[in-house]
Antibody, heavy 120, light 110 residues
């Protein structure tokens, strides 16, 4: 059974840096074809894609957030880390990590999400 | 404002059929596969359709996808109350170099 789980702070202050971790179970990041993406959803709003780290280590970022995002992986711990700098209250959202499979850009397994609130 | 345009809401009675449209452009839907996700209230999104029309294992054939030109459509037949959810289309935008989601469509089963 493949599962993903997000972890990190639930409350951060404006201007601070957010670090979220996505830990995979049931599948290894070393497996050819396995990538991970991050998607967020502000309360009551639509999904917003943030970044992906593909199976071949290609990285892509949302053009509007590119300067603030970094995605990396730790294969020894089977996890992917998202870093977002200079937080603002508008970054308050549920952050999801999801598995990216192969060369397509669809997300077939999703974590439960973690709500991050940014206080001013 | 999303690059992909979906109607904010659709509704239909139980047992009926509903379609949800997703309109894009030549840089996204026009040249790349479309995917669909279902988000039940309070839950994480669920993978519903890939490569325009394929269903992952476990997704009933009541759900179907299609694509024509720069638009895509999700159809749901035999509507059930349990289908009430938000539905999102998504694809890769070649010009932006980014995954893009539609604004989502709320389905109400009356």
């Amino acid at each position: 059974q493949i599962t993903l789980k997000e972890s990190g702070p639930t409350l951060v202050k404006a201007t601070q840096t957010l670090t979220l971790t996505c830990t995979l179970s049931g599948i290894s990041l070393n497996t050819t074809g396995v990538g991970v993406g991050w998607i967020r959803q502000p309360p009551g709003k639509a999904l917003e894609w943030l970044t992906v780290l593909s199976w071949n280590d290609d990285k892509h970022y949302s053009p509007s957030l590119k300067s603030r995002l970094t995605i990396s992986k730790d294969t020894s711990k089977n996890r992917v880390v998202l870093t977002m700098t200079n937080l603002d209250p508008v970054d308050t959202a549920t952050y999801y990590c999801a598995r990216l499979w192969g060369k397509s850009y669809y997300f077939d397994y999703w974590g439960q999400g973690t709500l991050v609130t940014v206080s001013s | 404002q999303s690059v992909l345009t979906q109607p904010p809401s659709v509704s239909a009675a139980p047992g009926q059929k509903v379609t949800i449209s997703c309109s894009g452009s030549n840089s996204n839907i026009g040249r790349n596969f479309v995917f669909w996700y279902q988000q039940l209230p309070g839950l994480a999104p669920k993978f519903l359709i890939y490569d325009n029309e394929k269903r992952p294992s476990g997704i009933p054939d009541r759900f179907s996808g299609s694509k024509s030109g720069t638009s895509a459509t999700l159809a749901i037949t035999g509507l059930q109350t349990g289908d009430e959810a938000d539905y999102y289309c998504a694809t890769w935008d070649t010009s932006l170099g980014a995954v893009t989601f539609g604004g989502g469509t709320k389905l109400t089963v009356l």
